[in-house]
């Protein structure tokens, strides 16, 4: 009977009415449920990802049959993505600290698979171009709301771990781009190109679009079905005249205040997240190239191999990152997540260097292994630090401002700038394996050092924080 009970009175505090008392008093949903959300969110990460990474096995036959350079692909793999969802982030941020977040996720997931389904069509360079715009547009309404949905399902003391397994939707989607990406590409090549009724012709690579991007309009529909939690937390409340205490909208301009008062902690924390995703998705992006050119491997076997790595030991490092910035925070460092963000530039870094510049394959594969666990520590600590400095209302647009930061220098630049050494300093595409043991070591110590650079301005940040919430909940 008592869990009947609990379970009736978790249920009446999920649909509650705006008007009844503040969310903050109220119990969390059930543990189950909240892990069944993250789980769903999970699937729409991994789609998000597949939809995203897919295009890194497609470099030769683009380059062959769109006539382009590497550097063209790189923005393709990059900017012509990270611009649009970075900066799309915004508004749509703003809009998951007002608005039902259930609804701007779901919007969000049929977006981009539309939009990854209809790369499949495109004809020329510039049409692939925009598309993959539209990608990015659709993916910027994901990570901002699941993050505040997520800090609404369970307690801080288990927000690290909780963001940490949302967050291997990335590892499970790229590996997945790999591994399934190299079975398509065999069908698609098997199949060679076609000619479909309305499209036309379609290049084989390009029915791989398809492949991916369909599935996520039901994905998109399960989203739809789940709860939107109640909003707690650090809240702006006001008292009625009915003596009953609602929570209130905070205005824009406060929004930009507050990071403008936390603004050490604030770009210290996200330029260190920043470059060490910076690392990551260059790598990433261009470790399929590397082992075809160096190496002389197939898209296939080097999707499927790298592909297992990135699943098998990214979900690991994430879920441990995570753990671990919770498991230092409970021994009393309450900066405890960002020592764990800035340490691991450090020890990822001799593994990224070593990686492209040794002659076996299979060692540079296994060196991949270590470099892509410590690496992931940063997407569950990142994340979940940038949570517990912000009031529950500032949360989306934050971390949609968090995205921008992240998604500019990490994404946008990541790609890029290996490929711009390999074409303007090396001038040698066969040379791309002394890109990849140069620029990421070096971004790398760049992050760890903004990194320790953060960790004083955070701790101003938490006591600002706890200011803030006690002259709002007196207003």
Known sequence: MAEIEVASEVEDVLHRAPEEPAAAEAPYPSRIYAWYVVGVFVLAYTFSFIDRQILSLLVGPMKRDLDISDTQVSLLLGIAFAIFYAFMGLPIGRM??????????????????????????????????????????GEAALTP?????????????????????????????????????????????????????????????????????????????????????VRRGHMRRETGTDGVTRDVEVPFREVLAYLRANAPAFFALNLCFAMLAMMAYGTAAWVPTFFART??????????????????????????????????????YRNGRIMVMACTGLVTMPFAIAFPLVDN????????????????????????????????????????????????????????????????????????????????????FGGSILGFLALRPYLKSLDYLDTWCSDNEKS
């Open 96 to 137: 998951v600290d007002r608005r039902n977040r259930i609804s701007i996720i779901a919007i969000g997931v049929f977006s981009w698979s539309l939009m990854t389904a209809l790369s499949g069509t495109a004809k020329a360079y510039w049409q692939l171009f925009i598309y993959r715009m539209g990608v990015g547009v």
């Open 295 to 332: 190496h002389g491997w197939s898209a296939a076997h080097i999707g499927r191999d790298y592909g297992l790595i990135i699943m098998i030991f990214g979900t690991l490092g994430v879920v441990a990152g995570g753990a671990l910035g919770d498991y230092v925070c409970s021994k009393g």
């Open 361 to 444: 394959p299979y060692v540079a594969l296994g060196l991949l292994a270590p470099a892509s666990f410590f690496a992931t520590f940063t997407t569950a600590v990142g994340p979940s630090a940038l949570m517990a400095m912000m009031p529950n209302q500032m949360r989306g647009f934050s971390s949609a401002l968090s995205g921008l930061i992240v998604s500019l220098i990490g994404l946008g630049l990541g790609p890029t700038m290996i490929a711009l050494v390999t074409d303007y300093v090396f001038k040698d595409e066969q040379m791309l394996r002394y890109s990849l043991a140069y620029v990421p070591p070096i971004v790398l």
């Open 145 to 229: 709301a699941a993050y505040s949905i997520i800090s609404d399902y369970f307690p801080p003391k288990r927000l690290g771990i909780a963001i940490g397994v949302y967050g291997i939707g990335v590892y499970i989607g790229a590996g997945l781009a790999l591994v399934i990406g190299s079975f398509a590409i065999s069908w698609a090549t098997h199949i060679g190109d076609i000619t479909l009724p309305i499209i036309g012709h379609v290049y084989s690579w390009q029915l791989v679009f398809f492949v991916v991007g369909l599935p996520g309009i039901l994905v998109a529909l399960w989203v739809k079905t789940l709860r939107e939690p």
